[in-house]
Structure formats: C-alpha cells, structure tokens
C-alpha cells in the first residue's frame, strides 16, 4: 500500500488553494469546477483540499476547521535547506506564527505556523539523507 493523498478539510478551497501558492510555494494541480475540492503540486503524494460541504456529502461527521480554535492533532511538514527565509515567506503570506525556526535536539531547524484555516505547518530542514544513507534520530 502507498500514501496517495492528504486531504485536508475548509471552508474555501479556492481561498486556501491560493495562500499555499502565495505562502509556501505550491503550484495549483486541479481544482474541481464545483470549487468543493481542489490539489497542489507537492511531490509524490497529493495534497488536496474539500470543502466542509464534502464530508457532509459523504455522510463523515468532523470538527470544521477554524483559525480561531486550537490545532487539530496533525502537522504538514514542508522541507527547504532555508528555514527562516519560508517561514519569513510563509508569515508575509498570511501564515500565522506559532514557533520561530530553532534547532531541535537532533540537528534538525524546525518552524511551526497555522495556515488561514487553522491547520498546523511545519517548516523544517530534511531530516534523512535520501538514496540510503541513515541518521540516528
């Protein structure tokens, strides 16, 4: 089996669509006519976006997500080699702060944020070598 995609539920697709260009640097993939579900280019797994009227069709009961209520107990992990510079991006861009960028006990420089809906973002630098190569964590 393999992770294929990562939804996250809000009130504006559209909306949110363009703050992750704006803030993080995400090209729109798709955004479905209806304007109820839309995806970004993010690599290998998609990131995608449905309106809260969705899980409603889907018969799914869920908190809506709300800036102004705690975070939800998952964090978006983006990966540059500059921590500071996407944070400062991301905060310019309508992020909201939540944890400068620091280096954690492992070696790695992490940030955390809130989009426009309240999700949680982290910034950080990568924290396995790819191709290979492992780090005791």
Not at 19 to 26: K, L, P, Q, T, W
Not at 39 to 59: I, K, P, Q, R, Y
Not at 82 to 87: I, M, S
Request: hydrophobic share 40%.
């Amino acid at each position: 089996m393999q992770l294929a995609y990562t939804i996250l539920y809000v009130a504006d697709v559209p909306k949110t669509l363009g703050h992750y260009e704006a803030a993080y640097g995400c090209s729109q993939r798709f955004l479905h006519e209806s304007r109820l579900y839309g995806e970004l280019e993010t690599g290998g797994t998609v990131l995608g976006f449905a309106a809260h009227e969705m899980a409603e069709m889907n018969d799914i009961a869920m908190r809506p997500s709300d800036p102004k209520d705690i975070t939800g107990p998952v964090n978006l992990t983006f990966t540059t080699e500059d921590v500071r510079a996407a944070y400062d991006h991301a905060l310019a861009n309508g992020a909201t702060p939540v944890m400068p960028p620091a280096v954690k006990p492992w070696g790695q420089t992490a940030s955390y944020m809130r989009d426009i809906n309240g999700h949680l973002i982290e910034i950080a630098t990568p924290l396995l070598e790819r191709h290979g190569a492992k780090e005791d964590v």
